[in-house]
């Protein structure tokens, strides 16, 4: 009931306004459309439609059904309406009236709707018009046309870039539609560092420049100077009193080769040759020849000693031993002589034996235990009480 009283009330005031039109204008078409701030929508977004009149179409009043697909599209609200609407009309259809005095003939907002998004689907909002008319109740062709609300999916790389050439990517609808984009071409990416292209000979140029990572462009080839030749000098045929002789030149790193002639003077041209190396107890000879036959000698003086130390041995109680020497490692010559160093003797204890080396110097019964021993400590005791010294047979005193 609420909602027919809705209706009627709606009626009656177009009915009113239409009442007080003046009867003038003639009838022609005009065109209503649909827009959307979003076309590529998921679940749980909202999306605003735009009906807008286009301008110049002098009518008066229309009303018009809004369809939409109710199980991807919920109703939310409506702004800039500026006639009457009815947005609980039918589950999926609002409508809404609009009238005038005067003629639309500017671009007109009709309304803005709100919806919530309650599937990840396509789907479609269209205008149905009921009735489009002038100020003189003749009927005036209102053209609309259908707004696809798509749901595409994720981006899918068709043809990669590179660094010259523009991919391609492309995305599609629940329905079938794809959207296509370009994706930028990458742009070179050059090293810093200069990779030699073409090596620099002795006469020829080389080249370098930097590489781009991803392709084989390059920029800023530069050029590697050619090296030149690097000759090294040697005499091919000697010179004699009336024969020239050759120096020839060889490059060490091309092989290229040139020959100059030395010219024959009439001196002898003598050629060193160590016939006879020198030792620590001789000396060497160094023999000049002519190519002509000439030859005369030189002496080398001998080397010095190499000296090598030979190692000394310690002495023991019983036996002599030997200081450090050195001698020529070359020919054996003594340079440091050794000498001997005399035997340490033994160092007896109260035992009677050698402190150092151990050995038993002294069978004595001053060394002994037992009754002999006793005997020898007492007598030793009165002998310490009398001050005097009591001497072993083997000649050390004993306390």
Request: contains cysteine; charged residues 20%.
């Amino acid at each position: 009931m609420k909602k027919f009283t809705k209706i009627l009330s709606l009626v009656l005031a177009m009915v009113m306004m239409l009442s007080a039109l003046p009867i003038c204008a003639s009838a022609q078409g005009a065109t209503m459309t649909i827009s959307a701030d979003k076309t590529d929508v998921r679940a749980g977004d909202t999306v605003t439609l735009s009906i807008s009149l286009s301008e110049n179409s002098y009518i008066n009043y229309f009303t018009i059904d809004l369809i939409y697909d109710n199980t991807v599209l919920e109703y939310e609200s409506y702004s800039n309406v500026s006639g009457v609407i009815n947005e609980n009309y039918a589950e999926n259809k609002i409508r809404m009236a609009f009238a005038r005095v005067e003629p639309y003939t500017e671009e007109l907002l009709v309304a803005k709707i709100v919806f919530k998004v309650l599937s990840s689907a396509c789907s479609t909002v269209s205008i149905s018009v009921l009735e489009s008319a002038n100020e003189d109740f003749e009927n005036v062709p209102l053209t609309t046309s259908a707004l696809k609300i798509h749901s595409f999916g994720d981006w899918s790389t068709t043809s990669s870039p590179n660094c010259t050439i523009a991919g391609q990517k492309v995305k599609a609808c629940t329905c079938g539609e794809k959207v296509t984009e370009s994706i930028p071409s990458l742009g070179h990416n050059f090293s810093t560092e200069y990779t030699v292209d073409k090596s620099a000979t002795c006469t020829v140029n080389g080249s370098k420049s930097q590489h781009c990572s991803r392709c084989e462009a390059v920029q800023n080839a530069t050029v590697i100077p050619a090296t030149g030749h690097n000759y090294k000098e040697e005499i091919t045929k000697v010179p004699t009193h009336t024969e020239n002789g050759e120096k020839t030149f060889t490059c060490t790193n091309c092989n290229a080769s040139y020959k100059e002639t030395i010219e024959a003077d009439g001196t002898h041209k003598y050629i060193s040759t160590v016939t006879k190396s020198p030792t620590c107890v001789e000396n060497g000879v160094m023999t000049y020849t002519c190519a002509c036959g000439s030859t005369y000698s030189e002496k080398i003086p001998m080397v010095a000693h190499t000296a090598v130390i030979i190692s000394g041995v310690a002495p023991t109680c019983t036996q002599s031993g030997l200081t450090e020497g050195k001698k020529c490692s070359a020919c054996g010559e003594i340079l440091t002589a050794q000498q001997e160093i005399s035997a340490t003797g033994h160092t007896p204890n109260s035992k009677g034996n050698c402190d150092t080396c151990g050995e038993k110097i002294c069978d004595h019964n001053c060394h002994k235990g037992g009754i002999s021993g006793f005997f020898w400590k007492i007598s030793n005791f009165f002998n310490k009480l009398f001050g005097s010294k009591k001497y072993c047979e083997c000649g050390y005193a004993h306390y």
